[in-house]
């Protein structure tokens, strides 16, 4: 498996029920190379997040 992707199983294997709700390892194509994220919404919203690994935080997903 992929390093990045092994990290951010082991960081949804960890993520709070309580906290987030269908998380899932996202990949998509960015200018030729694959690119991994993980992503999820907050419980009771349609809030999307994304997962910021550079900064090892949560940020809005804003989709157009």
Same mark, same amino acid.
């Given at each position: 498996?992929?390093?990045?992707? *092994? *990290?951010? *199983?082991? =960081?949804?294997?960890?993520?709070? #029920?309580?906290? @987030?709700?269908?998380? &899932? =390892?996202?990949? &998509? !194509?960015? %200018?030729?190379? =694959?690119?991994?994220?993980?992503? #999820? ?7 999307? &997040?994304? &997962? %910021? #690994? !550079?900064?090892?935080? @949560? ?6």
């Amino acid at each position: 498996m992929n390093p990045t992707k *092994q *990290q951010l *199983q082991s =960081i949804l294997d960890s993520l709070p #029920a309580e906290e @987030w709700e269908k998380p &899932y =390892i996202f990949s &998509y !194509d960015e %200018e030729s190379r =694959i690119v991994h994220t993980l992503v #999820a919404t907050k419980p009771g919203t349609n809030e999307l &997040y994304y &997962y %910021e #690994a !550079d900064e090892d935080k @949560w940020e809005p997903l804003n989709l157009p």
